[in-house]
């Protein structure tokens, strides 16, 4: 998918569309396997913890784990150096926040992917309480974006920063990208780390059995023009992980 393709997604994101009650919670679909993706199955310490948690009586809550490819685009005059990275998409039921000065998110969602040591390295969530996942959800309680579902089954999600203060120091929204520098070509700069501001979004898609498609845009400046983007392909599970006491 081309840069230019992505803009009427750009435009549907800053729409903010309404839930559409003809899609259904991904957590409803019955094609959609459960159980744990492989990357789940190579974290040995994470059946002790749900074991533990059944035995507290823990409560737990709907989580979609996702294997997926994040394959980087150009951009407009190849402005940064698209990276080919693996990451994982989780995607949960929406977490209550009391006080949050955003509204209320349908869902929650946090991509990791890659490196933030190298370019095309992302890290996105729509909340604190998604960052200790695989293993558990929360205890931190903190809304980082408005979340809704597009007419056409897409989560999408934007970056909103009414409930922090100094994004810059308090944000662990991070990617980091390769600039074109270009001095007469296409050079690009070093990896360099920024913050993900306002007009940063993440738009997303579980179909039947599982299959994840969207896209990633990322900004370093509120209202800015982007520094990464990228398409979001791959596969999902659903599950349920406890919550932290």
């Known amino acids: ?3 230019s393709h992505l803009l009427p997604f750009i435009g549907l994101a800053r729409a903010v569309p309404a839930p559409n009650p003809s899609h259904p919670s991904i957590f ?3 094609t959609i396997p459960i159980g744990d993706p492989a990357f789940l199955k190579d974290l040995p310490a994470l059946s002790h913890v749900r074991r533990a948690a059944a035995a507290a009586q823990q409560t737990f809550l709907n989580v979609s784990y996702c294997d997926v490819t994040v394959n980087g685009e150009p ?3 190849q402005s940064w150096k698209a990276r080919n990275t693996q990451g994982r998409l989780y ?3 929406g977490i209550p926040s009391p006080g949050t000065k955003n509204g209320a998110n349908i869902f929650d969602v946090y991509l ?11 890290t996105f969530t729509t909340n604190k309480y998604l960052l200790s996942l695989p293993y558990k959800l929360g205890p931190s309680n903190v809304d980082y974006a408005t979340v809704r579902m597009s007419s056409d089954g897409y989560i999408a999600s934007l970056v909103d920063y009414s409930n922090i203060d100094n ?3 308090n944000s662990p929204l991070i990617f980091t990208s390769e600039p074109n520098i270009g001095n007469g070509g296409v050079n690009y700069g070093p990896p360099t780390r920024y913050v993900a501001y306002e007009s940063s979004r993440l738009l997303v898609k579980v179909g039947d059995k599982g299959v994840v498609d969207g896209f990633v845009q990322l900004t370093s400046v509120a209202g800015g023009s982007p520094r990464y983007a ?3 392909t791959g596969y999902c599970m659903n599950g349920r ?4 006491v």
């Open 112 to 122: 990791q992917s890659g490196s933030l040591l190298s370019g095309g390295g992302i």
């Open 230 to 232: 990228a398409r979001i």
């Open 91 to 93: 995607i949960t039921e």
């Open 167 to 169: 994004p810059g120091a």
């Open 28 to 30: 409803d679909n019955p």
């Open 1 to 3: 998918m081309k840069f």
């Open 241 to 244: 992980t406890p919550v932290a």
């Open 75 to 77: 951009g407009f005059y």
